[in-house]
């Protein structure tokens, strides 16, 4: 079975660009979240869908960043403009049901790096 | 404030070793905890625990979870150097009816496996 499937891998480009994270969960997985890695904070939620619907957000640092979740398969996660703190690795993952005692299955990630 | 506390912060044992790690939490309307090993890429899954008391076991790898005292441990006996790795563990927490929630992670301990 496919897991969670981010790209690009790697991505570095000047501050001020755009960045697009691309994010597909795991086929039947009505959960997906999005993450951040650095070193000074550990992982932390940025955001998460239901059904494609956003639920919590209160994780995504500013107004810069913004999700979205067109459909069961897809999901993106944009900066824009990127700064340089921006830098991290960024995780996607997604699972089915909070009762159902399913753990999350995380993508690859996306190492960002913003020069 | 919800959070999840892990110690130690980085372990160093040599092969053969049994080593223990802990994993304290404060966080509202608990659901499970869980453990995830991650290496050079993206978190893979260990453990969940719901119930207190229970130990869960997977080869060399075993945890537990006291929910009146609110911390679990892994242990991993015989460690190898392939067990080197960091080790997140997070806390599931519910909202509302239950039916959504997200994963509150810990800071991590790093462990490195010596021959």
């Known amino acids: 079975d496919a897991g969670v499937i981010q790209s690009p891998r790697h991505e570095v480009t000047e501050m001020g660009q755009e960045v697009t994270l691309r994010c597909k969960p795991i086929s039947g997985h009505d959960y997906l979240f999005w993450y951040r890695q650095t070193m000074m904070r550990g992982l932390e939620l940025l955001i998460y869908?239901?059904?494609?619907?956003?639920?919590?957000d209160s994780g995504m640092p500013e107004d810069r960043f913004s999700a979205k979740m067109p459909n069961a398969s897809f999901s993106t996660l944009k900066i824009q403009p990127s700064e340089p703190r921006d830098s991290a690795v960024y995780f996607c993952a997604s699972t089915t049901g909070m009762r159902s005692n399913q753990p999350q299955h995380f993508g690859d990630g996306t190492r960002l790096s913003i020069l | 404030e919800d959070k999840v506390v892990q110690s130690p912060l980085s372990l160093v044992v040599h092969e053969g070793d049994t080593v223990t790690l802990n994993c304290s939490y404060e966080v509202t309307n608990f659901r499970s905890l869980l453990w995830y090993k991650q290496e050079k890429k993206a978190p893979t899954f260990l453990f969940m625990l719901?119930?207190?008391?229970i130990e869960k076991k997977s080869g060399r790898l075993s945890s537990i979870l006291d929910k009146k005292e609110l911390f679990s441990i892994l242990n991993i006996t015989a460690t190898q150097t392939g067990d080197s790795a960091v080790y997140l563990c997070a806390g599931l927490l519910l909202h509302g009816s239950g039916n959504t929630g997200k994963l509150i992670f810990g800071q991590g301990t790093t462990l490195q496996v010596k021959p």
């Open positions: 869908f239901n059904n494609n619907v956003p639920i919590d």
């Open positions: 719901t119930s207190s008391g």
